[in-house]
């Protein structure tokens, strides 16, 4: 063999002229040390914690915990586009809705409740009608 001093290099093997030396910085233009890459920056300012008054009240929360309280306030008030925020946090984090079907219920005038009932009457009777009629269409009749 040969002393190595012609030797080609290859893959993963640089020709010993653009090899480091003993005692040679490796990247000598890298990330400083001590220096915080994205994902620990994020994850300080999500931890970061806050005080508020609520109901009267002094309460700490972290900053996640802020926004997910704000985007929560906002799909409420009817802001169709933080509501869908919201269903892309629960589908990435996997958090699970309430196991008892439910929903919200959108009022725009004022009822007594004997117009309220009148009308989910009305709505429901509407319903077993159209489905009645939708299964007899099904089979044929």
Known sequence: ???GSDDPGGYGKPPKQ???GQGQPRNRRGRPPGSKNTKTIV????HERHVVQED???RSYTTAQLLLKTLSRKAMKGDVG?????????AVYQLEQGKTPGGF???FDVMAIE????HMKALNTRREFEARHDTMRASGL
């Open 1 to 3: 063999m040969s002393d």
């Open 18 to 20: 653009h090899r480091f």
């Open 43 to 46: 994850h300080e300012i999500a």
């Open 56 to 58: 009267g009240q002094t």
């Open 82 to 90: 933080t509501s869908k925020l919201l269903d892309k946090y629960r």
């Open 105 to 107: 219920l959108v009022v």
């Open 115 to 118: 117009q309220w009932e009148l």
